[in-house]
């Protein structure tokens, strides 16, 4: 597709080496955020509440599998609007 996101923020353990090889050669900045208190769709949020500006946040898959990790996304969904952050979610049939 192309696409080079910034910033990749989460724990970043589902990621292969190659692939943060390939995200930090192209100018994407990996941020990690260890805490397992929150998911990582919420970590973006969080993160860019944190900012002067706001961002959206685009989600790429995330849900139609385990549906505890759906649960999860539609809930980060919930944390979004409650920090006024724009939210988006893709999929393979959406894109």
Not at 13 to 22: E, K, T
């Amino acid at each position: 597709m192309g696409l080079i996101v910034y910033p990749v923020n989460g724990d970043i353990n589902s990621l292969y080496f190659f692939q943060n090889v390939f995200l930090e050669k192209n100018g994407t900045k990996l941020i990690q955020s260890p805490n397992q208190d929150y998911s990582d769709v919420q970590k973006a949020p969080n993160l860019i509440n944190q900012k002067s500006h706001k961002m959206p946040v685009f989600v790429l898959g995330g849900y139609g599998g385990r549906f505890d990790q759906t649960i999860g996304v539609l809930n980060a969904s919930l944390w979004c609007e409650k920090l006024d952050v724009f939210i988006s979610f893709f999929n393979e049939f959406s894109i």
